[in-house]
């Protein structure tokens, strides 16, 4: 009998509600770890720890020949050449190939990793200062004479390198991270968890910030700009100004604290302080800015400043004091709530004024274009909220979502003289961590993920339901008690992603018109997230902190921080147009987009896998592709001799009226394919009867 073919593409997502007659070819009724997007279903990229160095994925080796060798290289020891200063690791011990090093004209070769600066030929090779060799040329990158050395070496630096990256120091979970100005931060406890420590990545790893100190006065007279110093008239001590914040009254007479570096001496209570035409008297003695331990620390970035300042980070973690950090100086934010009550669980930005939310349901506002100080006769506000506020984001350009686990509503308006809040929902709410901006304000609720968009009326909001189709996951994580952790907008990949405290997650894809939701399953277990464009870098990177203390960073390398990828996807029952009818299927074709190689498995079940007929075995599949068409594709970036095209062509006969295919793939280095399209061969045989 003639064998037809039948075609569909690869999209739309998981699909737990529809019928199995009804479902619509290509989605799915199982998987893990394959992301949608445009073209099919990814599988998902790696992830690798950060703390500033280079990173894992980058890694490399250098093969360095060398004579004249008096003594062995080993694995591990840094050599250095004498003239040119370049130092590298020794990723293996030297291979000798002639010679001796008791004869003294060993000669061979070094494969070196984490190599800075350029080895020059005829320099002596040292370790810890003692000449061992001497080079024997340049080094050469990717420099093996086999495949199997190469892979083998590669493997090594990339293992090599990610051993070199660590966590910040102390204990429990990553609290919070922010990227501000190119540079990756993050909060964590100290060992024994009295306090919290700000970390900064920098190209030696993390390393834990100076927090510095203020000084509270009163009774000011005049003003003292940034970067005057000022003097204590009775003990002598100076320091220099970074922050100067008036907490009550004005300039004539008020009450505030200064945030200052540079400090010599020891200022002391009552005496009068004055510097740069500033004029107070000083309220106690200095204060040693410092952290709680523990919080879940929320923040927004924003230069309040206009050109003259830099964008500065502003943080609430609900366990102190929100804060100011510019990079390097911290300046505490003192509301007048009292220090007991002054502990915002979340913050953001709306018409240039900075917005605190607290547990109690209490909504504060900023002085426009001063974030640090709230005076009410200057324009700072309090609202009542009516529930912990469990969310705040910007949603347009005048207007911020605020949330409690029963109710959202909005602020809008251009200033403190206009500012309102309206109710949107006034029975449901969002879960705490889960609003983002993704392109409108999108949040996870107990029914599923929603979004909440301005209708044509001014000031008008209405939300919508965004995952219909796998209502029955979120059943099943509220049976199993799992929780909403965090959660980001990966504006790059047009995705919303939702971790949960089991380590899971999902994926939702907003670049068509029904949005497409597919699960992934992590190595590690999120806290928080965030985004930021991390030094010269031209996309905004991804992170996660871990609840064992890491920092990743999510969308680069080939494997779960050295762990393989685990995905599969499940089509939903294919019956070809045809349910009553049974066939025989003969072979499936997967079209695939691949950079390389790809290792597939697929296997198929037939009429919803019935237990009277046998599944097919598994069956291994290898994709070669990603070649490029001459003067179109990007140059270095397609492979020679490959098709354009990757198609995996697999036997997988069976007899049945419909076929369910599942496509597996696990492994530690390889980069990410698409499934774009199928192509079932099958032949036409008789009706079913008394439903067989």
């Known amino acids: 009998m003639t064998m037809h073919p039948h075609s569909h593409l690869m999209r739309g997502g998981f699909d737990l509600v529809t019928p199995a007659i009804a479902a619509v070819p290509g989605r799915l009724m199982g998987g893990v770890n394959y992301e949608p997007e445009a073209r099919g279903y990814r599988r998902v990229f790696g992830y690798e720890r950060y703390d500033g160095q280079p990173r894992p994925s980058a890694a490399s080796y250098w093969v360095l020949n060398f004579d004249a060798g008096t003594a062995a290289i080993t694995e591990g020891q840094t050599v250095t050449g004498l003239t040119s200063g370049a130092t590298g690791k020794a990723l293996i011990d030297a291979v000798v190939t002639?010679?001796?090093?008791?004869?003294?004209?060993?000669?061979?070769?070094?494969?070196?990793?984490?190599?800075?600066?350029?080895?020059?030929?005829?320099?002596?090779?040292?370790?810890?200062?003692?000449?061992?060799?001497?080079?024997?040329?340049?080094?050469?990158?990717?420099?093996?004479?086999?495949?199997?050395?190469?892979?083998?070496?590669?493997?090594?630096?990339?293992?090599?390198?990610?051993?070199?990256?660590?966590?910040?120091?102390?204990?429990?979970?990553?609290r919070g991270s922010f990227v501000l100005n190119g540079v990756k931060h993050c909060i964590r406890n100290n060992v024994g968890s009295t306090a919290g420590v700000l970390f900064k990545a920098t190209a030696a790893g993390w390393v834990a910030q100076d927090l510095g100190k203020h000084l509270l006065f009163i009774a000011a007279t005049a003003a003292f700009p940034e970067g005057a110093t000022v003097t204590g008239g009775t003990s002598g001590a100076t320091g220099v100004v970074r922050r100067a914040v008036l907490q009550t009254g004005t300039w004539g007479a008020g009450t505030g604290l200064l945030t200052l570096s540079g400090i010599v001496g020891a200022f002391v209570n009552a005496e009068a302080i004055t510097g740069g035409g500033g004029a107070a008297t000083v309220s106690g003695t200095l204060v040693t800015n410092a952290l709680p331990a523990g919080g879940h620390y929320d923040y927004t970035i924003h230069n309040f400043y206009g050109s003259a300042y830099s964008p500065r980070a502003y943080l609430a973690g609900g366990v102190g004091y929100a804060f100011e950090w510019d990079g390097t100086y911290f300046t505490p934010i003192h509301t007048g709530l009292g220090v007991t009550l002054d502990k915002p669980t979340h913050v953001s930005e709306l018409s240039n004024h900075l917005f605190l939310g607290y547990s109690t349901g209490e909504m504060i506002n900023s002085e426009i274009g001063v974030p640090v100080q709230f005076k009410t006769a200057a324009g700072a506000l309090s609202y009542s909220f009516g529930a912990k506020i469990t969310n705040m984001s910007?949603?347009?350009?005048?207007?911020?979502?605020?949330?409690?686990?029963?109710?959202?509503?909005?602020?809008?308006?251009?200033?403190?003289?206009?500012?309102?809040?309206?109710?949107?929902?006034?029975?449901?709410?969002?879960?705490?961590?889960?609003?983002?901006?993704?392109?409108?304000?999108?949040?996870?609720?107990?029914?599923?993920?929603?979004?909440?968009?301005?209708?044509?009326?001014?000031?008008?909001?209405?939300?919508?339901?965004?995952?219909?189709?796998?209502?029955?996951?979120?059943?099943?994580?509220?049976?199993?008690?799992?929780?909403?952790?965090c959660s980001m907008r990966v504006r790059k990949k047009d995705l919303y992603r939702l971790f949960f405290d089991d380590g899971t997650g999902l994926t939702l894809y907003l670049g068509r018109k029904v949005p497409e939701v597919i699960p992934f399953e992590l190595e590690h277990v999120a806290f928080c997230a965030c985004e930021g464009i991390i030094g010269s870098d031209s996309e905004e990177s991804a992170f996660i902190g871990t609840d064992d203390g890491y920092v990743m960073e999510l969308d680069h390398g080939t494997s779960f921080d050295g762990a393989s990828i685990l995905a599969w996807a499940r089509l939903v029952p294919n019956h070809l147009g045809a349910p009553a009818q049974n066939k025989r299927f003969h072979l499936a074709i997967i079209e695939c987009d691949v950079e390389g190689l790809a290792s597939l498995s697929i296997m198929a079940e037939y009429s919803h896998g019935s237990a009277s007929l046998p599944v097919t075995a598994e069956q291994a599949l290898s994709v070669n592709a990603g070649g490029g068409v001459w003067n179109e594709a990007l140059w270095n970036q397609f492979n020679w001799s490959a098709q354009l095209v990757g198609e995996a062509t697999a036997f997988v006969p069976g007899l049945g009226h419909n076929a369910i295919y599942t496509i597996l793939s696990e492994t530690a280095y390889e980069n990410p394919h698409i499934l774009k399209a199928m192509t079932i061969h099958y032949s036409p045989r008789g009706m079913r009867r008394g439903g067989a």
């Open 98 to 174: 002639s010679g001796s090093y008791g004869g003294a004209d060993a000669a061979g070769y070094l494969v070196l990793t984490v190599v800075s600066g350029t080895f020059q030929n005829n320099e002596n090779l040292q370790v810890a200062a003692v000449t061992k060799s001497v080079a024997n040329g340049v080094t050469a990158e990717r420099g093996a004479l086999t495949d199997a050395n190469d892979t083998l070496w590669y493997r090594d630096a990339v293992a090599t390198a990610r051993a070199l990256i660590q966590k910040p120091a102390g204990e429990g979970p990553v």
């Open 394 to 485: 910007k949603g347009e350009s005048t207007a911020m979502i605020v949330c409690g686990r029963s109710q959202i509503g909005y602020v809008f308006g251009n200033d403190s003289s206009d500012f309102q809040l309206k109710p949107i929902s006034g029975d449901a709410g969002a879960i705490e961590w889960t609003l983002v901006s993704a392109g409108s304000p999108t949040y996870m609720d107990e029914a599923g993920i929603r979004r909440v968009q301005s209708t044509d009326s001014f000031g008008g909001w209405r939300a919508g339901t965004l995952t219909d189709a796998v209502e029955p996951l979120f059943q099943a994580k509220q049976v199993a008690m799992v929780s909403a952790a």
